[in-house]
Structures are given as C-alpha cells and as structure tokens.
C-alpha cells in the first residue's frame, strides 16, 4: 500500500464537473492499494497517517497532527502509483490491487478514517477526477507498507 500525503490549505476533487470531495487545512492523501494488501496492512497505514506530525506549532516546528489542528482528509484512490516502468515508455499496473479487491479495500480506508477524523472527504474510485490543491509548504510524505 502507497500513500502520498499531501499538506494542503485546500484541496477538491472532481468528477464530471461535479464536486465529490473539498477540503482546507489537512491532507490530500493518493492512495495505491496493491494486489497483496490487507486490512492489517490498511490499520498500519491508517495510524501513520493519522499520527503523522508535519503540521507547525507555536514555534513553527512541525510538530503537530491532524488530530491537533483539527484537520480534514480528501482521500483519493490512485491505482497509477503501482506503475512500473523498468521496461519501455509505457508503464504496465500489473502490482495494482484489482478492482474488485482495490475498491473495498478503499471504502474500509474511508470509513477507519472517518472512527478518527470528523471531515473525510473523497474521490470517485475508477472514475476520472480532476484533483486541486494547494499545497502547503510545499510538504509532501510518501509512505509505503514495504517500508
């Protein structure tokens, strides 16, 4: 599994025109779930996230959570995280979770973070999104379960 986290001011996400996710203050997290991934492996995930301490404090030390400045998450499902492209120009997604798995897995992230955090946002699995946002910093963590 693969988060990219972003620290925004503010992000959306749109499909069709038509806004499924809008955040400020938080994270825009890009998800990739891969083929071996489990809901051991999600809650792992999950609690790096939700503890991560990259937010400034009074003394601009990054140093608090989510949690502490009561922040949002827009969570969207990114299978094009699991490209390989060691061979040739196109790259081949054959490590990413298939649908069928990718997509439960996705809605036990959503709602693990929703127990935690009050505003979670989100994208439209396999659909095509237009995602915005401003990040802030520029601050931006890649986490990976292999890691």
């Known amino acids: ?7 925004v001011t503010e992000a959306t996400c749109e499909v069709d025109q038509k806004i499924t996710g ?16 489990t809901k051991n492996i999600a809650d792992k995930m999950i609690r790096k996230l ?14 608090l959570s989510l949690h502490d400045i009561e922040g949002s998450l827009l969570l969207i499902s990114q ?3 699991y490209a390989d492209c060691r061979k040739g120009n196109r790259p081949s997604f054959t490590d990413a979770g298939r649908p069928e798995m990718a997509e439960p897995m996705y809605e036990y992230i959503l709602e693990a973070c929703r127990k935690e955090i009050p505003v979670v946002e989100q994208g439209e ?18 986490l990976d379960s292999r890691d």
Do not use: S
């Open 50 to 63: 939700l503890g991560m301490r990259i937010f400034g404090d009074e003394n601009g030390k990054t140093n």
């Open 22 to 37: 809008q955040i400020t203050n938080g994270f825009c997290v890009l998800i990739g779930i891969a083929e071996t991934d």
């Open 125 to 142: 699995f396999g659909a095509d999104m237009k995602v915005a946002l401003v990040n802030d910093g520029p601050f931006t963590v890649v």
């Open 1 to 7: 599994m693969r988060f990219v986290i972003q620290r």
């Open 79 to 81: 299978f094009t995280l």
